[in-house]
């Protein structure tokens, strides 16, 4: 059983920049950051796997920048010139087959099995 533990939320101004830590207490394998506004869809954002490989969602795409430190088992998420619909709850998902290989998998909610209780990210203008 994987713990994933989130933190680094918080508010900013349009175009500040926050970064998100997620720390897992076992092995893992592919890693995601996922969001969810209000009345709205869960959403991928970005996602990692085991051999570094990386892939975004197009809508953060050149500001976001996901990371892994593997020797502190923790997974970040730098976010730069924030948008006020960049204002969600972000959650760390984690899972320990390597799914994220399959092309597109990395940012689909159903890869995961383990999943973090969120830290709330809002952006004003």
């Known amino acids: 059983q994987v713990q994933l533990v989130e933190s680094g939320g918080g508010s900013v101004q349009a175009g500040g920049s926050l970064r998100l830590s997620c720390q897992a207490s076992g092995y893992t394998h592919c890693m995601g950051w996922f969001r969810q506004a209000p009345g709205k869809e869960r959403e991928g954002v970005a996602d990692?796997?085991?051999?570094?490989?990386?892939s975004y969602a197009d809508s953060v795409k050149g500001r976001f920048t996901i990371s892994k430190d593997n020797a502190k088992n923790t997974l970040y998420l730098q976010m730069n010139s924030l948008k006020p619909e960049d204002t969600a709850m972000y959650y760390c998902?984690?899972?320990?087959?390597?799914?994220?290989?399959?092309?597109?998998?990395?940012?689909?909610?159903?890869?995961?099995?383990?999943w973090g209780q969120g830290t709330q990210v809002t952006v004003s203008s």
């Open positions: 990692i796997g085991a051999d570094g490989s990386t």
């Open positions: 998902a984690a899972e320990e087959w390597g799914l994220c290989r399959v092309r597109g998998a990395g940012l689909r909610l159903t890869t995961y099995n383990y």
